[in-house]
């Protein structure tokens, strides 16, 4: 009896799963706005097709889609199997993009995924030209201040030099007047006691 029991809910169970009006009661529980969104990822399937389609459009691995959407390889496989639970985003976006490559084809997947120093090379390498031009100039101004500087500096020592000489020789002209001024005085001195003695003596 109590195995019946349990067979009788079990049926109860699966019953009330396919009553339709349990599964209307669901779709009620969505939000307007979920909904809304639904709608219009229907409207965006039907104008650009499935994701493989729109994938083989774009001539990428699946791989390098998933690269493009940034998700998971995961999920993109899942949504392939079942395309109701593709986020609407996921729509949206390949539609920006669709529009976007036929307005400006330099943004096709082919070019995104170049490497960006093969696409811009020209550029780069014209960018770095001016900037060892900019750099050589600017060398050759800092080489001529510093000949500017060096120049002055020599001047400088020059002039240095020239006034300690002539310090050198107002301090030698000093010492030897001191010294004759010394030779006077200590003749003068010896005059005197000279005179000293021969008066006393």
Request: glycine content about 2%; hydrophobic content about 35%; proline content about 4%.
């Amino acid at each position: 009896m109590e195995f019946e029991k349990g067979t009788d809910s079990r049926e109860a169970k699966t019953d009330t799963i396919l009553d339709p009006e349990y599964e209307s009661s669901i779709l009620r529980s969505k939000s307007s706005l979920r909904l809304k969104y639904e709608a219009e990822r229907s409207i965006l399937k039907a104008q650009l097709g499935g994701l493989e389609e729109i994938r083989k459009r774009l001539g990428l691995t699946q791989r390098k889609m998933t690269q493009l959407l940034l998700v998971d390889p995961s999920a993109w496989t899942r949504w392939i199997k079942d395309e109701s639970k593709v986020p609407p985003h996921i729509y949206r976006s390949l539609q920006w993009y669709l529009n976007l490559i036929d307005k400006k084809p330099e943004w096709s997947p082919q070019n995104s995924f170049q490497p960006y120093i093969q696409m811009h090379q020209p550029r780069l390498e014209k960018q770095w030209d001016e900037i060892q031009i900019t750099v050589e100039k600017n060398l050759q101004k800092i080489k001529a201040r510093n000949h500017d500087f060096e120049s002055k500096m020599e001047s400088k020592q020059l002039e240095w030099e020239k006034e300690k000489q002539l310090l050198e020789e107002k301090i030698e002209k000093k010492d030897m007047s001191l010294t004759v001024w010394k030779l006077i005085v200590l003749l003068h001195t010896c005059a005197l006691l000279f005179g000293v003695i021969w008066v006393f003596f």
